[in-house]
DNA sequence: AAAGGTATTAAGTACGTACATATTTTGTCA
DNA sequence: TGACAAAATATGTACGTACTTAATACCTTT
């Protein structure tokens, strides 16, 4: 007589987010199959089906076929990061953007960049280093490997006027993306390149991406001093 | 006569996916109606729609009912980043997993601590300061502060024995984090908790948990030299 | 021409059924 | 007892229908 409404996955995830939270189910703990939360909660199994993905891709169920459903027995931490393009990253926290080619030039790949594509031969990329300016000051350096049978395109492309950065983010979709992320200590180059004095600690951002099994990009940004990277993750 | 399979959402998206990387749609373009691309491709309207949200979720595309779905303007490069337990994250690695608590005190909450949780008034929460070992050698010197109003609980935790990361992952689910990812120079008390030069550069992560609107924990990790984070993205 | 209300549209959701697939469990035979 | 095959089981996927919701487009009124 009251609510006849339907119950909707965000309500059934909440449910089970519930349920879990306050313990009645812990780490490792087996939740009771679809079906039966769907008889339970009077739902369409679909709908349970639906609230289930969504609790798992956030890292907080493991789900497996015919082993059930249960509660991460070592859970993580999971957290979504987006990177833009430098030039919006820019613009989008009011600065004024800027940007310099310092060189651009085909070589012979060194051994880490080898290993950062997972490649075993040796071959010929286009090294690219360049610098993005926030305001006229420093803001990224980047010292970037592109390979050419991937993106024979670039040849083409006036890396004085437009950065790699931009043009391949745009014009090159990949299919797998590996991030690395530490600090460094400026090296006299850095330190050169950023404004900044030698020692400094700088955040960096190593990106390498593929398409498929062919490698596009990897990229070391270092960034300016005080450069941080946020995330914000809701359930 | 040949193969009467039916697509799998995969297939779709596959299909999808390959229409934008080769420029039929770039950046901006609106692609065609759910139900359209369904019949083309001969396939419910249903499977059209997960496989969208999967192309949505991994920020290639933008949906917005009555105005459709087109490819994101603005591309970003979309990374999900997994932090396990720090004594877990030892162990994988190969290591022997050691922790020390500092110390741990009720105290007021700085400025920077309420302007992470974003509260207004002042508190007190506990304050804990404790060191992660790996093969007897620090690897993250963490900083943290709970709140004890929303853990209560924690009173009863020995800190000396269980690390307050370890027991707050398993015992407090949270429906949001914030993380903040920075690089940061040693100054003479990290250095001496890392047992390391003053003025070496350390990466840094910051973690911001709530309940809802209630505060979980703030914790502030210096990880020794050399630390990084690595992430692996596939489509 | 500006303002505001209404109709239309395309994505989002819910349901129920049927079948596929990956595991685990069980059963059989050597 | 051990190896291997067969049955059982829980999640995963596909389909089609009906309905909901948010946003845009259009049309009326001032």
Request: aromatic share 6%; hydrophobic share 35%.
């Amino acid at each position: 007589m009251t609510a006849p409404e339907r119950l909707s996955w965000r309500d059934v995830r909440t449910e089970i987010h519930d349920s879990i939270l306050s313990g009645q189910y812990g780490p490792g703990d087996r939740l009771p199959r679809d079906a039966d939360i769907a008889d339970a909660l009077k739902c369409a199994r679909s709908t349970v089906q639906r609230a289930m993905q969504d609790l798992a891709d956030s890292g907080l169920i493991e789900r497996r076929r015919k082993g059930g459903t249960r509660v991460r027995a070592h859970p993580v931490t999971r957290a979504t990061l987006d990177i833009p393009i430098t030039r919006r990253e820019v613009e989008q926290k009011g600065g004024r953007y800027g940007y310099q080619l310092i060189r651009a030039a085909e070589e012979t790949i060194p051994r880490v960049i080898r290993a950062a594509f997972e490649l075993s031969e040796p071959r010929k990329m286009l090294h690219v280093e360049s610098l993005h300016l926030s305001d006229g000051r420093p803001y990224i350096l980047e010292d970037r490997w592109i390979c050419l049978e991937t993106s024979p395109e670039i040849r083409s492309v006036d890396l004085g006027r437009q950065s790699a950065n931009e043009w391949l983010v745009l014009n090159k979709p990949y299919t797998r993306v590996d991030l690395r992320l530490s600090a460094v200590s400026a090296d006299p180059a850095m330190a050169d390149g950023l404004d900044t004095a030698v020692g400094t600690a700088l955040f960096v951002i190593e990106r390498t991406t593929w398409i498929d099994a062919a490698p596009i990009t990897t990229v070391r940004s270092i960034t300016a001093p005080g450069y941080q990277l946020i995330t914000r993750n809701e359930a």
